[in-house]
């Protein structure tokens, strides 16, 4: 089962974004402060190399210059310009918390762009392979596709299976190609084989019963569940045959690793497939807003809402 659910950002993504913010903005801060002063400093060991030797009293012993306090070399930093460096950024993140917190956003939001663009063109390249690899729902000769991977042990996956139950019901020019995945532990692996072997008796038998089995109001043993299938039309003997057959785990793990392979971040991914060809991704919303995304795609290429950039996810790192 999942526990809680979080953002898909990870906290090392985000502690390795600010630390290359505070670097560049350092940096750049740093360079600019040294250029200042580099000819400052080259006039002033000029006049040093000028001084005769014999001024120098011979009585004084000159003292000595560790190698950390040296001039650094060209492009290199001593010590000293390191300890520099950190002092001019605390003093630029005190004084300038807005630019400092921006420009850390900013690359925060690149990052999931690219991730973004990334996933949505491995989906565009397997598109036919989606399509094909899980269970549909829906139409046979749809104007639109939704492809889904989910985790049949995730809440809000199962959100997202009622609201895709009801759209199908209620539309004939749309399919949902819903792909299982294990990624919350034993029990969505043993959950997962279940829906593959039940689809193999209709999917509209298996769509009977995993609407019971999310909509329970609590917590079921083998029994209860094997009850369940029998009530929904499907033969439990059979169901358990095909569940612990070999090919259905061979199935079962091809589709995880395909979610892995696209990098898929946590469950539900949802993509919609435009007529162009593209699949893009589009956030988990209500029944309302997926209506209005459905004809946008059945009328050509569209962009996902703002915040499908961050949908509540059940994290795959959440066992």
Avoid: W
């Amino acid at each position: 089962m999942d526990k809680s659910s979080k953002p898909t950002a990870s906290k090392g993504l985000i502690a390795g974004v600010v630390a290359v913010a505070i670097l560049g903005f350092g940096f750049y801060s740093y360079s600019q402060h040294k250029k200042e002063t580099e000819s400052s400093s080259e006039a002033k060991q000029e006049t040093k190399q000028e001084v005769k030797k014999e001024e120098a009293s011979p009585s004084q012993t000159q003292p000595s210059v560790s190698s950390d306090s040296k001039p650094a070399a060209k492009g290199r930093f001593n010590n000293d310009d390191r300890q520099e460096i950190q002092d001019i950024f605390l003093q630029m993140i005190r004084e300038k918390p807005d630019l400092f917190i921006g420009a850390v956003n900013d690359a925060m939001q690149a990052q999931q762009d690219k991730m973004r663009s990334d996933m949505e063109k491995a989906a565009t390249d397997m598109k036919d392979k989606l399509m094909t690899s899980g269970i549909t729902l829906g139409s046979a000769k749809p104007d639109v596709h939704l492809i889904a991977f989910f985790d049949p042990m995730c809440p809000h996956c199962h959100d997202f299976y009622r609201l895709a139950a009801d759209l199908v019901e209620k539309r004939r020019d749309l399919a949902i190609h819903i792909i299982p995945v294990a990624i919350l532990g034993p029990n969505s692996v043993a959950m997962a084989k279940i829906l593959l072997a039940t689809s193999q008796q209709g999917v509209d038998k298996m769509n009977t019963f995993f609407l019971k089995f999310i909509n329970k109001t609590a917590e079921i043993d083998r029994a209860k569940l094997l009850q369940m299938a029998k009530d929904s039309g499907i033969d439990v003997v059979k169901m358990e045959k095909d569940e612990l057959a070999e090919a259905t785990e061979k199935t079962l793990v091809s589709l995880t690793q395909l979610a892995e392979q696209m990098k898929i971040p946590g469950v539900p991914t949802i993509f919609g497939l435009q007529k162009d060809g593209k699949l893009v991704i589009v956030p988990p919303m209500d029944i309302d807003g997926f209506n209005k995304m459905i004809d946008s795609f059945k009328g050509g290429p569209t962009t996902a809402p703002a915040e499908a950039n961050s949908p509540v996810k059940a994290n795959k790192d959440e066992r």
